[in-house]
């Protein structure tokens, strides 16, 4: 983590820790009372930063008392999507699944975060026409080139594809649709972990989803 960055010397976090693990234990995590539950769908390819970022973003509106409940793509295929493939078909079918699912707990004001490639346009224009029947839906790209995403792949997934031992790997064998008009964009070449982090959460505090400070 960069020095100026949400963790500081030593690895500690320059945002206070969550309630559930520092200081702020006790402080009741809720959905918000006034039903204005949010989707925070990240979608970008894999090794761009999805869940990197998600990890930094989910204590931060901890902090701040929001209820967060994250959808990350790789568990999502593990307990609900088990079974489907990555043909065009089974990736719109696994996507449908994640919308309604954030969009059950939108509806009951929780905060939430998805974070899968999500390739398809198309899929994802679905699950946000679920999520806003019952709240906002913030879509962030999370921009990386296929060659950076490659250099940072330490499971060599990128190589195989790149040799045709795994069909249909996004980016590569598979296309990935980049949003049109996406609620952010970030470029993960060009912004540390930590302040694309600040970004998102900045623009949450824009769009009036998160509070601004944490009470005293």
Same mark, same amino acid.
């Given at each position: 983590?960069?020095?100026?960055?949400?963790?500081?010397?030593?690895?500690?976090?320059?945002?206070?820790?969550?309630?559930?693990?520092?200081?702020?234990?006790?402080?009741?995590?809720?959905?918000?009372?006034?039903?204005?539950?949010?989707?925070?769908?990240?979608?970008?390819?894999?090794?761009?930063?999805?869940?990197?970022?998600?990890?930094?973003? +989910?204590?931060?509106? &901890?902090?701040? /008392?929001?209820? =967060? #409940?994250?959808?990350?793509?790789?568990? @999502?295929? %593990?307990?609900?999507?088990?079974?489907?493939?990555?043909?065009?078909?089974?990736?719109?079918?696994?996507?449908?699944?994640?919308?309604?699912?954030?969009?059950?707990?939108?509806?009951?004001?929780?905060?939430?975060?998805?974070?899968?490639?999500?390739?398809?346009?198309?899929?994802?224009?679905?699950? +946000?026409?679920?999520? &806003?029947?019952? /709240?906002?839906? =913030? #879509?962030?790209?999370?921009?990386?080139? @296929?060659? %950076?995403?490659?250099?940072?792949?330490?499971?060599?997934?990128?190589?195989?594809?790149?040799?045709?031992?795994?069909?249909?790997?996004?980016?590569?064998?598979?296309?990935?649709?980049?949003?049109?008009?996406?609620?952010?964009?970030?470029?993960?070449?060009?912004?540390?972990?930590?302040?694309?982090? +600040?970004?998102?959460?900045?623009?949450?505090?824009?769009?009036?989803?998160?509070?601004?400070?944490?009470?005293?």
């Amino acid at each position: 983590m960069t020095k100026n960055g949400l963790l500081g010397a030593g690895g500690t976090s320059r945002f206070p820790q969550t309630p559930s693990t520092g200081p702020l234990r006790g402080r009741e995590l809720q959905a918000a009372a006034d039903g204005s539950g949010f989707t925070l769908w990240f979608t970008g390819l894999s090794g761009a930063g999805k869940t990197t970022i998600a990890e930094l973003v +989910r204590p931060e509106l &901890e902090r701040r /008392g929001r209820l =967060v #409940e994250w959808l990350d793509g790789d568990e @999502v295929r %593990e307990h609900l999507s088990k079974g489907l493939g990555f043909s065009k078909e089974d990736r719109d079918t696994n996507i449908d699944r994640i919308g309604w699912v954030a969009s059950r707990l939108t509806r009951h004001g929780a905060a939430v975060i998805v974070s899968a490639i999500s390739p398809y346009r198309e899929a994802r224009q679905q699950a +946000r026409e679920m999520v &806003e029947q019952h /709240g906002t839906f =913030v #879509e962030v790209f999370v921009d990386a080139s @296929v060659e %950076e995403c490659a250099r940072r792949d330490v499971k060599g997934l990128y190589e195989k594809a790149f040799r045709g031992e795994i069909k249909e790997f996004t980016g590569v064998s598979d296309p990935y649709e980049a949003p049109e008009s996406p609620e952010l964009v970030i470029n993960t070449e060009e912004h540390e972990p930590e302040e694309s982090a +600040r970004l998102i959460v900045a623009k949450l505090e824009e769009l009036g989803l998160v509070k601004d400070e944490v009470a005293a």
